[in-house]
């Protein structure tokens, strides 16, 4: 049973490109939370898709978007690159079915900024 | 708004040493609480969980108690080993309603960096 995985592994952007992340859920789950974590610091939530839609935001701007496709996989964007968006990059999965359950992660995408 | 709050760190001990790390948390709601282990360079992997008041998680030898009168979920082990230095996140998620499915997103601590010796 695979768990979550993500794509890339690790990125080097420059200020002010664009990047996308690429995130597929565990096998079962319809859910995909997206966290950023800064180095030293707990991860932040920056939203959740379920059934192709944004249900959730966190304290992040329009810079950061998402998508969800139909077979539950997820791509987290982020445009005009800050050096303040290096940062370990976390997908979350969970089942929706039956309400919230615990979230399983994936190994993230560590993406720098230069 | 939801906080979770970890005691500092690093926290450094020997070989089958007792391990106490302390987390507290206010919530808006009724909080399901989640100790995360990541290990160096890979994602978080969930520990234990309690989903309300006095239940005891347990995995692996670690243990914690929600208690709610002290908005607390201490994580404890017995006796530590080498392989359990890790960075240990303390989380919490309350349950959210819309459009009759529940969501809910993890609040997360700062993390405490655990290093045992042989």
């Known amino acids: 049973d695979a768990g979550v995985t993500q794509s890339p592994t690790h990125l080097i952007k420059t200020r002010g490109q664009q990047v996308t992340l690429r995130c597929s859920p565990k096998s079962g789950h319809d859910t995909v939370s997206w966290y950023q974590q800064a180095l030293g610091q707990g991860p932040q939530f920056i939203f959740q898709y379920y059934e192709e839609e944004e249900r959730q935001r966190g304290n992040f701007p329009d810079r950061f978007s998402g998508h969800q496709f139909p077979n539950y996989s997820s791509e987290l964007n982020v445009n005009a690159l800050l050096l303040g968006d290096s940062a370990l990059y976390l997908c979350a999965s969970s089942p929706i079915a039956g309400g919230f359950r615990e979230q399983y992660f994936g190994p993230g995408t560590r993406l720098t900024v230069t | 708004g939801d906080s979770v709050t970890q005691m500092e760190g690093p926290v450094t001990l020997s070989e089958e040493a007792f391990l106490t790390i302390n987390c507290t948390y206010t919530a808006t709601g009724y909080p399901s609480l989640f100790w995360y282990v990541q290990y160096p360079g890979e994602g978080l992997q969930l520990l234990l969980k309690a989903t309300k008041a006095d239940d005891k998680g347990s995995n692996k030898g670690f243990e914690a108690t929600y208690r709610k009168e002290t908005t607390s979920f201490h994580l404890e082990k017995g006796s530590v080993q080498v392989s359990d230095s890790a960075v240990y996140f303390c989380?919490?998620?309350?349950?959210?309603?819309?459009?009759?499915?529940?969501?809910?997103?993890?609040?997360f601590g700062q993390g405490t960096i655990l290093t045992v010796h042989p």
């Open positions: 989380a919490l998620s309350v349950r959210l309603y819309a459009g009759g499915t529940s969501y809910g997103k993890l609040t």
